[in-house]
């Protein structure tokens, strides 16, 4: 919307003299309003995306007409207002899976059940390891944090300490291996009841499936729950204040547990974390084979790739081949068709090696670089060596 | 070395016939992968939800006879104790009643025994010691060692059950053992209605906040908001990509 539109009954309103039997309106002084003209100018400054190598304009937006005189306010962001609770009714204690310190996608959605679980009344309170700097704005109230244990039973032990000192009324973890397992064990240590695999979650109750007789089950929220990652709802109404929050003296972890982790080849591309794909703009597959194995990733590749016969069908990336689950996806040489990228629509980071500024993966990925795939290779190549070396 | 597998009865959710779940079914392989006397143990109305096991390298099951909406953890926590054995391993969730994976638990806590959880590999030490492979998502595990007598529960991706074998099944053999005196009724399971499918949330979404928020909400992450590089040094460009997948996690510091 360019020109500010008139609204001739509110203009005529105004006019109105008041109190009076017969409609009148009083016309007398009023100047003509003045319409806001374009300055052409100014429009032209405002549109100007590069003045180097050449002028470019973006045509595309008309903004609204700015006057000569007056320059544009400079929008600030407004802050994000923050809702501190300080005796809440209840606590809703959430239990995040241990992991590298960040808020993952399931720590989310855990406190955004936590947060429909406290509704207006209670308080959520994140304990996990980091802890995460962004848990307020995902909706925790506070925060403690939590060593690092690797032991099953010691986080067991730490997580009852906490639940001792906190009293919550309603303690949530997710279905994964870890957090499945430290919830049944609470309610086994406690007495409490547990609710599983909770797939829908409300004010009035909450509801699993039971897949091995195809049935469902609601029911009130009990005090341990665990929810099925990637069915509820991150918080995004407001941004909470995650205060720090003392716990006590907390059980040392005394256990020990090795972590191995996977042989980059042997995982299936559909379970794999981390994807390196090929596409048209590759053409050194050995080079790429090495730099996948390098990178520790596993390789895929776009459908032309795979029809040319350059890689196996089984690493084809998009709708007909894997639809990939990796947290992080890094294409070499993909323009990014509608169905490859749908292949990668789970990908929460992804970057893009390609020659096309305008391709379609180059606006999906968080990194993005208008070059040759086949240079970059094999500088990656070259710095991975050396820090291997190193 | 005796080891204890337990059986839960449940129906495959495809066909429809009696099938224990894969998990308990890959328990069998791993107690025969530890060399170990296997016994089968099964608490329920009829052992034919059961008996499939057979089949996959069990030799015999123990029946303990209870009524359907009984509670059956004394009476296995009192079949085991009578059985001693070094370890009792289960699926991880049961098929057929609640299927909340709490059995174990609960076992473990009467027994007084150590519970470890999601095994994707067991094998012992000659001095007794058992060393758990746990299985975490993406391919991760997770070793664990710990004393015996234990218990066990063993994840879908441990190694496939044994192939089903007719004649084994055949000659496999199901011991009744007496039905305990009291048999407790369960908890009664709250409302139960036909499965309905349930949508995953889409990436980016979010709840509460006005139609503006979430709509910025879902947008944005869609869009990427990333950082471009135009045309730059293959070195520079090499290393904004290491630093960038450094900074995500993807490659370890």
């Not at chain 2, 496939?160 to 007496?178: I, W």
Request: glycine share 10%.
């Amino acid at each position: 919307m360019t020109r500010l539109r008139k609204d001739p009954r509110l203009e005529r309103a105004r006019l109105q003299v008041p109190g009076t039997l017969r409609l009148r309106y009083d016309r007398r002084g009023a100047a003509a309003p003045v319409r806001p003209r374009a300055d052409p100018r100014a429009e032209k400054l405002s549109q100007i995306v590069a003045t180097a190598p050449r002028l470019r304009l973006d045509r595309g937006q008309r903004t609204a007409p700015l006057s000569s005189a007056s320059q544009p306010m400079p929008l600030e962001a407004e802050a994000p207002r923050v809702v501190t609770v300080e005796n809440p009714d209840f606590w809703v204690l959430v239990l995040a899976d241990p992991g590298d310190g960040r808020l993952s996608a399931v720590d989310r959605q855990l406190l955004g059940a936590a947060r429909i679980l406290a509704g207006k009344a209670g308080g959520v309170i994140f304990a996990g390891e980091g802890p995460p700097a962004d848990a307020g704005s995902a909706g925790a109230d506070r925060l403690i944090a939590l060593p690092q244990t690797p032991h099953p039973e010691d986080r067991a032990m730490l997580a009852l300490a906490i639940a001792d000192a906190i009293l919550p009324r309603h303690i949530l973890t997710a279905e994964t291996a870890d957090g499945g397992d430290l919830a049944r064990r609470l309610a086994v240590a406690r007495r409490q009841a547990l609710f599983p695999n909770v797939e829908q979650i409300s004010g009035r109750g909450v509801v699993r499936s039971i897949p091995g007789r195809g049935l469902d089950q609601s029911g009130d929220a009990a005090p341990i729950m665990t929810i099925v990652p990637d069915m509820i709802l991150p918080h995004g109404a407001d941004v909470r204040e995650a205060r720090p929050m003392d716990s006590g003296s907390l059980p040392p972890s005394a256990r020990e547990a090795e972590l191995v982790p996977p042989q980059p080849g042997s995982l299936p591309l559909g379970e794999a974390g981390f994807v390196v794909s090929a596409g048209n703009g590759v053409r050194d597959f050995d080079l790429f084979r090495q730099v996948a194995a390098l990178l520790g990733a596993t390789p895929g590749a776009s459908r032309v790739v795979c029809d040319a016969g350059f890689m196996p069908r089984a690493a084809q990336v998009g709708a007909s081949g894997t639809v990939l689950a990796a947290d992080c996806y890094f294409a070499l040489g993909i323009a990014g068709a509608p169905q490859h990228l749908q292949g990668i629509a789970g990908c929460e980071h992804v970057v893009a090696v390609n020659t096309d500024l305008h391709a379609a993966m180059i606006e999906r990925a968080g990194l993005a670089i208008v070059a040759d795939a086949q240079p970059v290779m094999a500088a990656l190549k070259r710095l991975l060596e050396a820090e291997q070396q190193a | 070395m005796k080891a204890v597998i337990l059986l839960s009865g449940g129906r495959s959710a495809a066909t429809g016939n009696p099938a224990p779940p894969q998990a308990e079914l890959s328990a069998i392989r791993l107690a025969v992968g530890l060399g170990a006397e296997l016994i089968g143990l099964h608490a329920g109305p009829a052992a034919e939800a059961a008996k499939p096991a057979l089949g996959h390298g069990l030799g015999v099951i123990r029946h303990i006879p209870m009524s359907g909406n009984a509670d059956i953890s004394t009476a296995i926590v009192a079949e085991i104790t009578r059985i001693a054995p070094a370890i009792v391993l289960a699926g991880n969730r049961a098929t057929g009643d609640g299927e909340t994976g709490l059995l174990p638990y609960l076992l473990a806590r009467a027994l007084g025994w150590p519970i470890l959880a999601d095994a994707a590999h067991v094998s012992r030490d000659d001095d007794g010691e058992f060393t758990v492979e746990q299985a975490l998502p993406r391919g991760l595990r997770r070793r664990l060692r710990q004393k015996g007598p234990l218990v066990v529960t063993v994840h879908p991706s441990a190694p496939a059950a044994m192939p089903y074998a007719f004649g084994q099944a055949r000659r496999g053999r199901v011991d009744t053992v007496p039905a305990p005196s009291t048999q407790p009724d369960a908890a009664e399971e709250p409302a139960l209605r036909p499965h309905r499918p349930r949508a995953r949330i889409m990436r980016g979404a979010v709840s509460g906040g006005s139609a503006a928020d979430r709509l910025k909400a879902a947008t944005e992450s869609a869009s990427g908001g990333g950082d471009l590089m135009m045309d730059p040094d293959p070195e520079e460009a090499a290393r904004a990509i290491l630093a960038h997948l450094r900074r995500i996690g993807a490659l370890p510091d």
